[in-house]
T-cell receptor, first 113, second 112 residues
Framework: GNSVTQMEGPVTLSEEAFLTINCTYT??????LFWYVQYPGEGLQLLLKATKADDKGSNKGFEATYRKETTSFHLEKGSVQVSDSAVYFCALRRNSGNTPLVFGKGTRLSVIA | DVKVTQSSRYLVKRTGEKVFLECVQDMDHENMFWYRQDPGLGLRLIYFSYDVKMKEKGDIPEGYSVSREKKERFSLILESASTNQTSMYLC???????????FGSGTRLTVV
């Protein structure tokens, strides 16, 4: 079956530090991959996506590259801010049919000034 | 601005009550989903619907049912609420052929 594994949190960083949140997946075929972010008290928002191997998704200074050979989609940001404090979810969805998103367990990030 | 609206942000119900969680989207999306979110478990799919009057079980449907009588509304029903259904419930929708879900803000349900 399809599944997503992401690094457990919480992750605590100082402002301007480099961020990596690891995500690996198991899937049949070639899924689309996503990062969602949940700010305190809110629902999830799409942060970035990639639909095929070697695609790089990017948004708000965050990046992730679809690596088929390592089945990974790690989230990175060069310099985090306090406002990046949130829970980050890696997810996948098969490209065929109308299949639901499959989520990882989420990683809580806290950025301190 | 397009959105998914969940009728309540916070809800407290008693064990054994029948509970209705409502979700409405204004984007004419065919597909709607109900997830529950629990610490350390992430998001787990309860039910989803591809069209009016259609429903599919997700990973954890036990103790829940759903109703989709109109395209814009997808209701989650807890037939007899139990304390282990205390959770954050998230509704989402997406147009067929699109990639990104739109989520509601969530309903935090406490069953006492």
């Amino acid at each position: 079956g399809n599944s997503v594994t992401q690094m457990e949190g919480p992750v605590t960083l100082s402002e301007e530090a480099f961020l990596t949140i690891n995500c690996t997946y198991t899937a049949t075929g070639y899924p689309s991959l996503f990062w969602y972010v949940q700010y305190p008290g809110e629902g999830l928002q799409l942060l970035l996506k990639a639909t095929k191997a070697d695609d790089k998704g990017s948004n708000k200074g965050f990046e992730a590259t679809y690596r088929k050979e390592t089945t990974s989609f790690h989230l990175e940001k060069g310099s985090v801010q306090v406002s990046d404090s949130a829970v980050y979810f890696c997810a996948l969805r098969r490209n065929s049919g109308n299949t639901p998103l499959v989520f990882g367990k989420g990683t809580r990030l806290s950025v301190i000034a | 601005d397009v959105k998914v609206t969940q009728s309540s942000r916070y809800l407290v119900k008693r064990t054994g009550e029948k509970v209705f969680l409502e979700c409405v989207q204004d984007m004419d999306h065919e597909n709607m989903f109900w997830y529950r979110q629990d610490p350390g478990l992430g998001l787990r799919l309860i039910y989803f619907s591809y069209d009016v009057k259609m429903k599919e079980k997700g990973d954890i449907p036990e103790g829940y049912s759903v109703s989709r009588e109109k395209k814009e509304r997808f209701s989650l029903i807890l037939e007899s609420a139990s304390t282990n259904q205390t959770s954050m419930y998230l509704c989402a929708s997406i147009a067929t052929g699109s990639l990104g879900y739109t989520f509601g803000s969530g309903t935090r349900l406490t069953v006492v």
